[in-house]
T-cell receptor, first 114, second 110 residues
Framework: KAGVTQTPRYLIKTRGQQVTLSCSPI?????VSWYQQTPGQGLQFLFE???????NKGNFPGRFSGRQFSNSRSEMNVSTLELGDSALYLC?????????????FGQGTRLTVV | KNEVEQSPQNLTAQEGEFITINCSYS?????LHWLQQHPGGGIVSLFM???GKKKHGRLIATINIQEKHSSLHITASHPRDSAVYIC????????????FGKGTKLSVKP
């Protein structure tokens, strides 16, 4: 059974540009969550999607957005990139959105903004 | 607001030693996750537990809901156990909205 796949693995962008990251969940999983990891702030929740609907959003500016498609694949977009957006972006999938659902993480996309 | 505190921040052990990593949180929860992150960045879910104790190989996780405390134990530690161990709890009723501890960086020397 294939795990959670994130693409691309590495990305370098220039300040002001926008970027789109992709996450393909484990087959059958309907919930996808996104997280940002930086050395200073650690892991922080970005948003959660379930059945194409955003269920929760973390405390990030509106430049961070996401969506989920009917096949449960999810994308997140960051517009007008800032240097501080350099981070490891992780997604996790789970069968459903309950608080007792095990989460399976992808390998992450490492974004560098220069 | 729920907060997650982990200790110690860094831990160095000799191969074969018994390891304990602690996690405390401030508000009632329905489940707690223990995660492992290797230098490459990917995260592996080790345990999700809501009561008692779970064991997988050399790893044991315990939780005390009344005391709001969980521990991760590694028996007969090995250099391949070197990683960052993170505990996380869901905020509200949603699994996706996880609050993470700052992690414990474990280094096991041969």
């Amino acid at each position: 059974k294939a795990g959670v796949t994130q693409t691309p693995r590495y990305l370098i962008k220039t300040r002001g540009q926008q970027v789109t990251l992709s996450c393909s969940p484990i087959s059958g999983h309907r919930s996808v969550s996104w997280y940002q990891q930086t050395p200073g702030q650690g892991l922080q929740f970005l948003f959660e999607y379930f059945s194409e609907t955003q269920r929760n959003k973390g405390n990030f500016p509106g430049r961070f957005s996401g969506r989920q498609f009917s096949n449960s694949r999810s994308e997140m977009n960051v517009s007008t990139l800032e240097l501080g957006d350099s981070a490891l972006y992780l997604c996790a999938s789970s069968l459903y959105s309950g608080s007792r659902t095990e989460a399976f993480f992808g390998q992450g996309t490492r974004l560098t903004v220069v | 607001k729920n907060e997650v505190e982990q200790s110690p921040q860094n831990l160095t052990a000799q191969e074969g030693e018994f390891i304990t990593i602690n996690c405390s949180y401030s508000v009632g929860i329905s489940a707690l996750h223990w995660l492992q992150q290797h230098p490459g960045g990917g995260i592996v879910s080790l345990f999700m537990l809501s009561s008692g104790k779970k064991k997988h190989g050399r790893l044991i996780a315990t939780i005390n809901i009344q005391e709001k405390h969980s521990s991760l134990h590694i028996t007969a530690s090995h250099p391949r156990d070197s990683a960052v161990y993170i505990c996380a709890i869901p905020e509200g009723g949603s699994q996706g909205n996880l609050i993470f501890g700052k992690g414990t960086k474990l280094s096991v020397k041969p």
